[in-house]
């Protein structure tokens, strides 16, 4: 099957920067897309970023102008540069995959076991 592990998550202060990181492995023959989603205390989980197997990213209202999302496609690991932090970016992030890993043309989802960012006034 495949695997996601997250990191860098962690503690940082309001205006300052993390970056996190994602990398797939295990039996995967394509990736469709790759996403990064978060969930604060008490909200839905919420889009933040998204890059596409043709290179294309989007992102949730709330991020735009701060946080860049990358892939290193050889490596098959995703990057969300995070700048100019706010005490609101504090919640859970999770790393989604879709991909396929057998049957051609069948997609199949994966998340990640989330990481914490903690932003602090």
């Known amino acids: 099957q495949v695997q996601l592990v997250e990191s860098g998550g962690g503690l940082a202060q309001a205006g300052g920067s993390l970056r996190l990181s994602c990398a797939a492995s295990?039996?995967?023959?394509?990736?469709?897309?790759m996403t990064w989603q978060r969930q604060a205390p008490g909200n839905q989980r919420e889009l933040v970023a998204q890059?596409?197997?043709?290179?294309?990213?989007n992102y949730g209202d709330s991020v735009k102008g701060r946080f860049t999302v990358s892939r290193d496609t050889a490596k098959n690991i995703m990057y969300l540069q995070m700048d100019n932090l706010k005490v609101e970016d504090t919640a859970v992030y999770y790393c989604?995959?879709?991909?396929?890993?057998?049957?051609?043309?069948?997609?199949?989802?994966?998340w990640g076991q989330g990481t914490q960012v903690t932003v602090s006034a």
């Open positions: 295990g039996s995967i023959v394509t990736i469709n897309s």
């Open positions: 989604k995959v879709i991909c396929q890993t057998g049957t051609p043309g069948r997609l199949s989802t994966y």
């Open positions: 890059v596409r197997s043709d290179g294309a990213s």
